[in-house]
């Protein structure tokens, strides 16, 4: 599943191609993804403008020239394509096409179509819940040593299940905690209350560090994931840990390990993390 530097680059990249960009038509190619489709969706695109897009946690909101928000999450195996016209060829999994006002398409493409497109207020004029009752972005202000230490002394959870609540902070997955545990030296198995306030001053600075950098090269492709362009990401080559099991450690030469914790695969470093 695209993480939060994958779902980000992503933005940045529609941003780019879709920006003050007029939607001549849509062209829906299922019912639905996840959920339906909403029944307006097709004639509400058509015409609009992209004014801007912006990012909370793993979603993607589009804001149109007449005031809707489109929200868009891209599931287990969701990307867009930003294709010029005269190249572009439906694929099968091509569920969503957009014709642009410069010649060119936006394709959403989703095999497993476990992603969201919908809009973000409901017709009772209230925000959808998937919306409501998340937690903090991790690249803003709002998370510090303070703050983490403070909330981690009331969870009896694991460290590796702490940091995925989203109702804590957002955007997190796999990926990028196994990662950020590492650089901070912090076993993923730890109890999260047991965490010092001088080790939370280390694992801030690792998630924003390992989130930075991900975005930086462009996210993780490990199966789907590709930008708008095309490219895939290339993060992956600079794992320390993830999917490593077996390998020799890149900081000690001692061997990853490889956990599930509540169905989730964790890897670390028993030398290196504590």
Known sequence: MPELPEVETTRRGLLKSLKGRRILSASLYTPRLRLPF?????????GAVVQNIE????????????GEILVVHLGM????????KRNYIREKHDHMVLHLDDENILAYHDPRRFG???????NKGKPHAWLTGMGIEPLSDDLNAPWLFSELQKRKTNMKAALLDQKMIVGLGNIYVSEALFLAGILPTRIAHTLTLAECKKLVPAIQKTLLAAIDAGGSSLRDYRDVDGQVGFFQDRFKVYDRSGEKCRKCKDIIHHLVQNGRSSYYCTVCQK
């Open 38 to 46: 909403p029944r307006d969706l097709k004639k509400i695109l058509t």
């Open 77 to 84: 195996s969701g990307r867009f394509r930003h294709v010029a």
């Open 55 to 66: 990012r909370r946690a793993k979603y993607m909101l589009w804001e149109l020239s007449g």
């Open 116 to 122: 969201l497109i919908d809009w973000a207020i409901d």
